[in-house]
């Protein structure tokens, strides 16, 4: 017989991460969130799963960010989630924020990609299976789909809602022009869209030259940063090389060998001396940077092992930066 072993959460799981407000909206995110983008696919051990949650749940990291089409396989991370719940989780569904996304190529022929009504609902019904639930937080769309009349993406998700099938409705990769029509056409509708996830980091500044940040600062729409560690490479974890086990001499579809230039390693030194200076390690000062001006709700992380969460869960709690440091920072991003 099989020994099970019953997940009880840290009961001081609140006590250090701080919680912000999405927007104007009631919810709150957790400072730092994670997320399942990588290594929860079919190709990854379930045991490191689980000790990865039972970690960033016991630290107060409350949201499970996910996607239809993250894996591998397509759907794999869903099903992870969905055996998490059942194996620990399910007590804790009400102190969860679970969200997933559609958007992107999913399943073969013209319905499993995009923006249209058809693939939008289908998708969350899909989800919602693999992962067991009623009901995600948020179902965002995940990214601007110039084949479909966006009147037609944001309906579903307004429907879908309506339908109970999610508390909210969110955007993803979403420049100034599509959401600020999203914000007009939600607010028409009395329907609660609460966030836009982007990209964000130190390398990556796109959402303030964009306007988006700004635009939903203020319009009390919630910002959360996805990519805030540059895909790792603002971890420190290149500082001597590539290692064996990181995410680039693993999987380099997203991380490639070319992106550690000479001028982009001299960077990423220069930024880990400010960090040390700090008190904190690279990724702890990248994830805080993200975060220093309260307009960015909450940064997603990645993790291959439970000991990364909590040195990301840190960085919650040391946001402030002075002038000086700013300005240190964006003269080594080469930021005018």
Known sequence: MTN???????PRRYEAMPYNPVGKSGL???AVSLGFWHNFGSRDNYDNMRAMCREAFDLGITQFDLANNYGPAYGAAEESLGRLLRD??????????????AGYDMWEGPYGNGGSRKYLTASLDQSLRRMGLEYVDIFYHHRMDPDTP???????????VRQGKALYAGVSNYNED???RAIAFFRERNCPFVVNQRAYSLFNREIERDGVKELCAQEGVGVIAFSP??????????????????????????????????ERLEQIEAL????????????????????????????LIGASKPEQIRENAAAASRTEFSPEELA??????GIA
């Open 4 to 10: 099970v072993h019953i997940y009880e959460a840290d």
């Open 28 to 30: 709150r995110f957790p």
């Open 88 to 101: 620990d989780f399910s007590p804790y569904r009400d102190e969860l924020v679970i969200t997933t996304k």
């Open 150 to 160: 966006l009147e037609e993406s944001l309906q579903a998700l307004a429907d879908l």
């Open 178 to 180: 599509y959401t600020r």
């Open 229 to 262: 560690l540059a895909q790792g490479l603002l971890t420190g974890r290149y500082l001597k090389g590539i290692p064996a086990d990181s995410r680039m001499a693993r999987d380099g579809r997203f991380l490639k060998a070319s992106a550690l230039t000479k």
């Open 272 to 299: 880990d001396r400010i960090a040390a200076n700090r008190g904190q390690t690279l990724a702890q000062m990248a994830l805080s940077w993200v975060l220093r001006d309260g307009k960015v709700c909450s940064v």
């Open 328 to 333: 240190q920072i964006d003269q080594i991003c």
